[in-house]
């Protein structure tokens, strides 16, 4: 017993030592993890400064992976705007996947994706800025029929609601008897929303407009905006310039006074052309688009056989559907040569829309620059 408890003893000190050894590691190990997180931590903020500067000189080639990228890439466009006090921003790409990607093609489709990419940006813009968002629909009806098909994903959005552009979910009994007399029916529902005003949101994202809901949101600018930003998404707002001017739409000077005013902070506008030739295969089709992330400058970009897009050309100032064709025909070695007689009968006398024309009643240059 004497041995045993002398061996205990002499083994005490050793015993000491190793646990202070591993202490003295442990302590060391966690210096080394928390210098490492720390220098993560700063990586992180000298990638996401170089990411603005290195998306402010466009990019040379695009091929993004998904729509989750493109949200992203949207949404980086988006908060870069935010940060340079931008109050008027446009967001535009296809809604949907293929070569037909607009309302027409696919209507129900295209305005229930459009609500699930603004959730998308907008909740992420909610956990890094903790800026709310409210998502604007046109009316009570397409309010109430989103609620119900986008609840779950409403209830996980963080830092998002849904509400009408002037607030009315539900119908007065002017606006009952008028769809009922003009032909639009009954609608039923479970239950009867209250009307909200917009007094809480730090900013608003307008989706699914019309031609006819553009002076709504004319008059929401002026009344109820009070300076805070609004996004307009996947609108398609070059073909609702379009309409205007024509029978029982909003007139022309609908773009020069207000559209104008929107800039593009993320657009991406792909075309499809033909060209025929005096060889073999003698039509050649081609396709590119039209490319903008803010604060990179426009870019034109030529779609590859692999699915990239490739820059072809770049300007500080919006290139109109006609220049950017050009550009693409120049690219691949397809332009005619220019005074030739063969370029005029290609191109036609008149080779850009009203809208794109230099006009002095065009009162801002945002949605150029």
């Known amino acids: 017993m004497q041995t045993t408890a002398c061996a205990r003893a002499a083994s005490a000190p050793a015993s000491a030592a190793r646990r202070s050894q591993r202490l003295g590691k442990a302590t060391a190990s966690a210096r080394v993890a928390t210098r490492a997180r720390a220098a993560d931590n700063a990586q992180v903020k000298i990638q996401t400064t170089q990411s603005r500067e290195s998306r402010a000189e466009g990019r040379p080639v695009y ?22 006090g ?12 293929g070569e037909d990607a607009s309302y027409k093609a696919a209507s129900d489709v295209y305005i229930d994706l459009n609500i699930q990419y603004a959730l998308t940006v907008f909740s992420k813009i909610y956990k890094e800025t903790g800026k709310t968002c409210e998502l604007l629909v046109p009316d009570g009806p397409e309010y109430r ?21 002037d607030g009315q979910k539900t119908e007065s009994v002017t606006s009952f008897l008028g769809n009922v007399l003009g032909g639009k ?23 699914n407009l019309s031609c006819v809901d553009l002076p709504v949101v004319e008059k929401f600018v002026a009344e109820k905006l009070n300076g805070r930003p609004l996004v307009f998404l996947n609108n398609e707002l070059d073909t609702l310039r379009a309409d205007l001017g024509l029978f029982s739409f909003p007139e022309k000077d609908l773009h020069y006074r207000f559209l104008s005013k929107i800039k593009p902070v993320y657009y991406l506008r ?9 060889v073999s295969p003698f039509v050649i089709n081609y396709s590119g688009a039209i490319f903008r992330e803010y604060p990179a400058p426009w870019q034109v970009m030529v779609k590859q056989n692999t699915g990239e897009l490739v820059c072809v050309a770049e300007d500080e100032d919006r290139f109109t559907l006609g220049e950017a064709k050009e550009e693409m025909l120049i690219a691949l070695g397809l332009a005619d040569e220019d005074g030739s007689t063969m370029q005029f009968l290609r191109a036609g006398y008149k080779t850009n829309t009203w809208w794109e024309e230099e006009c002095d009643e065009e009162k801002f240059d945002e949605w150029r620059t």
């Open 63 to 84: 091929s993004p992976d998904s729509y989750q990228d493109i949200c992203f890439h949207a949404y980086q466009s988006v908060a870069d705007g935010l940060a340079d």
């Open 86 to 97: 931008l109050e008027l921003m446009e967001v535009e790409f296809p809604a949907v996947p």
């Open 145 to 165: 029929r989103a609620k119900k098909v986008f609840a779950n994903s409403l209830e996980l959005s963080e830092g998002c609601v849904l509400n009408t552009l």
């Open 185 to 207: 029916g009954l609608r039923t529902r479970e239950e009867e929303e209250e009307n909200e005003g917009f007094g809480n949101a730090d900013l608003f994202c307008c989706v």
């Open 270 to 278: 792909t075309r499809a052309y033909s060209r025929t030739i005096n």
